[in-house]
Every structure is written in structure tokens, then in C-alpha cells.
Nanobody, 115 residues
Framework: QVQLVESGGGLVQAGGSLTLSCAAS????????MSWFRRAPGKKRELVAG???????NYADSVKGRFTISRDSANNMVYLRVSDLKREDTAVYYCNAETYREDYWGQGTQVTVSS
């Protein structure tokens, strides 16, 4: 079992920045990949960014150049720096941990971008 807890969301003006955090606990050794997803109102959940154990990253085209995913393996943390925020970035952001057996999800953290 892996437990994930997100934090760092909030209300921010367009053009602003936030850093989202995800704290992982439990069977950390089983995690092979971690990602951030988001679900905007009325839309399907979508992948935002991912990072492998080796540090390789990938991003959705809509956030490239604005969002940065990173991890602190020593402290079992994954971060998502979201910058130059746009109204369309408003969503609940979820942390995901992929293991060889199943995926785990956090409860989500709300990011609201105002104009």
C-alpha cells in the first residue's frame, strides 16, 4: 500500500505561481513512476506531468515550459511547480504513484486561477 497526500493548492491570479507537494508513505520501494494529473470542472482527468525513478520527465503539451515536476527521493516527496498560470489551469490536481501491481491516488488539491 502507498499513501499519497497533496498540498499547496489555492487561489492565485493569472500569471502567478504555486508549488504543489505530494508526500508519499507506505511501500515506497514499490513505486516506479510518479505523476500529477488534474481534473477541471466538466472535463476528464488528464495527465499533467510524470517523473520516473531515474528522473526522466514528461509533460502535457499544454503545460510545457510552465510546469516543472521534481522529486526528493530521500524525503519521499514529489513536487509540481506551476507557473504562468492561466484560467484553464483551474482544476483539482492529483498525485499518482504507479507500482508494478496497481496505481495509487491522493485526495487532490484545488488550484483556482482568477483573471
Amino acid at each position: 500500500q502507498v499513501q499519497l497526500v497533496e498540498s499547496g493548492g489555492g487561489l492565485v491570479q493569472a500569471g502567478g505561481s504555486l508549488t504543489l507537494s505530494c508526500a508519499a508513505s507506505g511501500s515506497i520501494f514499490s513505486i516506479r513512476h510518479m505523476s500529477w494529473f488534474r481534473r477541471a470542472p466538466g472535463k476528464k482527468r488528464e495527465l499533467v506531468a510524470g517523473i520516473t525513478n531515474g528522473g526522466r520527465t514528461n509533460y502535457a503539451d499544454s503545460v510545457k515550459g510552465r510546469f516543472t515536476i521534481s522529486r526528493d527521493s530521500a524525503n519521499n516527496m514529489v513536487y509540481l511547480r506551476v507557473s504562468d498560470l492561466k484560467r484553464e489551469d483551474t482544476a483539482v490536481y492529483y498525485c499518482n504513484a504507479e507500482t508494478y501491481r496497481e496505481d495509487y491516488w491522493g485526495q487532490g488539491t484545488q488550484v483556482t486561477v482568477s483573471s
